[in-house]
C-alpha cells in the first residue's frame, strides 16, 4: 500500500478527526450559506496615502488580523450601515 504524504493542515484534521461531529441538513445548509456570503469576487486597487496606511497596519495589527482584513471589513460595515 502506498503512503500518502499529507499536507499540515490535511494532518491536522486527520489528528482532530474525533472532534468534528455530525449537523443536521439544516444547519450545514446554514453554514455554507454563510461561507458564500463571506467569499470575495471583486478586487479593488486604489492609491492611499502613506501615513494613513501605516496608521491603518497599525490597527489591524492591534487588533491581531492581517491589514487587508480590517480594511475589507471597514468597507463591508460601511457598505451595509
Known amino acids: 500500500m502506498r503512503?500518502?504524504?499529507?499536507?499540515?493542515?490535511?494532518?491536522w484534521i486527520e489528528?482532530?478527526?474525533e472532534e468534528f461531529v455530525p449537523v443536521k441538513?439544516?444547519?450545514?445548509?446554514?453554514?455554507?450559506a454563510a461561507i458564500e456570503r463571506k467569499k470575495k469576487e471583486m478586487v479593488l486597487n486604489m492609491r492611499?496615502?502613506?501615513d494613513d496606511l501605516e496608521a491603518i497596519k497599525q490597527k489591524a495589527r492591534n487588533s491581531g488580523i492581517k491589514y487587508q482584513t480590517f480594511i475589507s471589513e471597514i468597507l463591508h460595515r460601511v457598505a451595509k450601515a
Open 3 to 11: 503512503k500518502i504524504k499529507l499536507t499540515k493542515q490535511e494532518q
Open 15 to 17: 489528528d482532530h478527526a
Open 25 to 32: 441538513r439544516e444547519l450545514y445548509n446554514e453554514i455554507v
Open 48 to 50: 492611499i496615502n502613506r
